[in-house]
């Protein structure tokens, strides 16, 4: 019953081909992701320029969502708004702290993920890529973005922690007003 199913549609597919005067090589074409990838503008070919930087610059890239969807402000989005949540001298001085130690902890992960990025890019260039060397280096990956993602929310959670209740209430607020179209 397969083989009825599936001949039917080789012809099509074969009589397609041939109507469009393609060589049937074309089926698997990889010009194209050749191309996308020679175009990120980025030192690493995979990946995009705004992906690269964000590594490199310690951005959050949508890891920290569910904190601040609950009430689980960034250090830096806290010191923009100092002024507006009366901030004291003491809880600036400790959510400066926060920030530095996230800052120095996602570029550290962000360097090892493009480092790790590019040897396994590396390998599969070179054709020396193997099952023990997938396996290290995709399990590393995971490693360095859960390290990466757990400094982002742990910034979260300690700054919720240097805040006061009332504080945290108003940050609340202004995230809803700034969310109004």
């Known amino acids: 019953m397969k083989s ?7 012809i099509l597919s074969t009589a397609t081909l041939i109507a469009q005067k393609k060589p049937i090589e074309k089926m698997v074409d990889f010009s194209d992701t050749v191309k ?73 992960m962000g360097r090892f993920i493009i480092q790790n990025e590019k040897k396994l890019y590396d390998l599969f260039l070179s054709g020396k890529i193997d099952d023990g060397s997938l396996i290290y280096y995709t399990n590393q990956y995971g490693l360095y973005q859960g390290e990466l993602r757990n400094a982002h929310l742990q910034a979260h959670l300690k700054t919720r922690r240097i805040l006061t209740p009332d504080q945290i209430k108003k940050i609340g607020k202004l995230r809803h007003i700034t969310q109004k179209p």
């Open 4 to 10: 009825i199913l599936i001949f039917p549609f080789l």
């Open 36 to 108: 996308i990838i020679s175009n990120l503008s980025s030192p690493v070919k995979f990946l995009s320029k705004t992906e690269y930087e964000a590594y490199l610059n310690a951005e959050p890239m949508g890891l920290t969502a569910l904190a601040e969807m609950n009430n689980y402000p960034s250090p830096s989005k806290v010191l923009s708004l100092q002024s507006q949540l009366k901030i004291t001298p003491a809880q600036k001085s400790k959510l400066n702290f926060v920030q530095e130690a996230l800052d120095f902890k996602a570029k550290e």
